[in-house]
C-alpha cells in the first residue's frame, strides 16, 4: 500500500514543481523514481524514449508507465495482478495533472491580473536560467554506464559516443534540403539509432 | 453534439495525434480552438497561453484547461483536461502491459536495439539545453546559474541537488535582484 502513497507523493511534487516543460521535469522525475530504487536507471532512459515515440506530454507518459511498473518491481517482479499496476497508473498521472489543474482553474485569474507587474516578471526571469540548468543536469545524469556501456566494454562506450554525436546533429543542425532547411523528426533519430543498436549488438 | 462532447473529442484528437508534447501541441491548439471552431479569438488564446505557460506542471494539459475553463467554468476544464490525457494514457497504458522491464531485459533483439536509443536519448536532451540557454539569452553575468546547477543537481549531494532547490532559488533571485534594482532606482 504504502508504494502507492509515496508514487503519489513523489507525483504530486513533480505537478506543483515542474517548471518549465517536459525536459525541465526530467530531473525531478529521475531523483524522484529512479532514487528510491523504482526503476533502473536504464528503464527510465527507455520510458524517455517511448515518451518520444507515443503521442502525448513526456509528463503524462512517464507518470503512466512508471505508476504501472513501479508497484511490480517493489515487490520484486511480476505483479500479482495488472489491477495494481493501472491502479498505479491513474493514481501517478492523476496526481501529476491535479495541483496544475487547480492553479489553473483558481490562480489565473490572479496571475492574469499581475502578469503585466514587476514581481512577478522577475520571478519568471529569475526562472529562466535554473530552467537551463534543469534539462542540462537531465542530461548529465543519464550520461552513466548503465546508458552507455552497461557491460563495461570499451567497444560499446566508443559506439556509444558516436551514437549520442551522430543523433545530437541530426537533430540540432538543420539540413538544406530542396532549398528549405529541415532538421530531422527526434522519432526518426530514435527509429534509426534503434536499427543501429540492432546492426552492432545483435 | 453539446459543447462539451466536441471540446472533449476536440481536445482528444490533440492529445492523439501530436507527438513530442508541449510545444508541437500548441500550434495545433491554436488551429483548431482559434481557426476551426472560433470558441475564443487569437489576442485571448495568447494570454491564455502565457498564463498556462508560466504555471507548473504539463504544459498541454494547462492550456487545454484554461480554455475548457474560459468556455463552460471548472466542468468545461476537467473535460478538456481528459480529453487531453486520455489517449496517451491509454497507449502508454498498452505498452507498459506489454513492454515490462523483463521483456526488455530478456529479448535479446529488443535489448539490443535500446542500447542503440538510449545514447540517443541523451543527445535528444542536449539538443534543448542549447536552444533554451539561446532563448533565455544568457549573460557572462548569467550564465554560471544554469552551469552550477546543472552540475549540483547531477551530483546527488541530498538536498542542494534537490530540483526544487534549485526552482526555489532561481524564483528568489528573480525576485532580489527585482527589490535590489527598485531600490537602487528610487535612490538616485
Known amino acids: ?202 | 453534439m453539446g459543447i462539451y462532447g466536441q471540446l472533449f473529442t476536440t481536445f482528444m484528437k490533440i492529445g492523439a495525434f501530436t507527438f513530442g508534447g508541449g510545444w508541437a501541441m500548441i500550434s495545433i491548439i491554436e488551429k483548431e480552438i482559434v481557426d476551426k471552431h472560433h470558441w475564443i479569438e487569437r489576442d485571448e488564446f495568447l494570454d491564455l497561453l502565457a498564463i498556462a505557460q508560466s504555471l507548473p506542471g504539463i504544459l498541454a494539459v494547462n492550456i487545454a484547461t484554461s480554455i475548457g475553463d474560459r468556455l463552460k467554468g471548472m466542468k468545461g476544464g476537467i473535460v478538456a483536461a481528459v480529453g487531453t490525457i486520455l489517449p496517451s494514457f491509454l497507449i502508454i497504458l498498452a505498452i507498459a502491459i506489454f513492454l515490462t522491464p523483463e521483456t526488455i531485459k530478456n529479448s535479446h533483439v529488443l535489448s539490443s536495439i535500446f542500447m542503440g536509443i538510449r545514447p540517443a536519448v541523451v543527445a535528444l536532451i542536449i539538443a534543448p539545453v542549447i536552444t533554451t540557454a539561446k532563448a533565455a539569452k544568457l549573460k557572462l553575468t548569467t550564465i554560471w546559474i544554469p552551469a552550477v546547477a546543472a552540475l549540483v543537481i547531477s551530483l546527488d549531494m541530498g538536498i542542494v541537488s534537490n530540483p526544487i532547490t534549485w526552482i526555489a532559488l532561481g524564483a528568489l533571485g528573480g525576485y532580489l535582484h527585482w527589490e535590489y534594482s527598485r531600490r537602487k532606482l528610487s535612490k538616485s
Open chain 1, 1 to 202: 500500500m504504502s508504494i502507492y502513497l509515496k508514487m503519489i507523493w513523489a507525483y504530486l511534487k513533480i505537478g506543483i514543481f515542474g517548471f518549465g516543460g517536459g525536459y525541465a521535469m526530467l530531473s525531478l522525475v529521475e531523483r524522484s523514481v529512479v532514487g528510491p530504487g523504482w526503476i533502473s536507471e536504464q528503464m527510465f532512459t527507455d520510458i524517455v524514449a517511448i515518451s518520444q515515440m507515443t503521442p502525448g506530454p513526456i509528463g503524462i507518459n512517464s507518470a503512466t508507465y512508471i505508476g504501472y511498473v513501479a508497484p511490480g518491481q517493489v515487490t520484486g517482479g511480476e505483479l500479482a495482478s495488472p489491477i495494481w499496476g493501472i491502479l498505479g497508473s491513474i493514481l501517478c498521472t492523476l496526481a501529476v495533472t491535479v495541483p496544475s489543474f487547480i492553479l489553473v482553474i483558481k490562480a489565473s485569474h490572479f496571475i492574469r491580473k499581475h502578469n503585466e507587474s514587476g514581481v512577478i516578471k522577475a520571478i519568471f526571469a529569475g526562472l529562466r536560467p535554473v530552467v537551463v540548468g534543469l534539462i542540462a543536469s537531465a542530461a548529465i545524469m543519464l550520461m552513466n554506464w548503465a546508458n552507455f556501456a552497461p557491460d563495461h566494454d570499451q567497444r560499446t562506450l566508443i559506439c556509444s559516443i558516436a551514437i549520442c554525436a551522430v543523433s545530437f546533429c541530426l537533430v540540432y543542425f538543420k539540413l538544406p534540403y530542396k532549398g528549405k532547411k529541415i532538421g530531422l523528426h527526434p522519432i526518426l533519430v530514435i527509429c534509426i539509432m534503434g536499427l543501429a543498436g540492432f546492426l552492432l549488438y545483435y
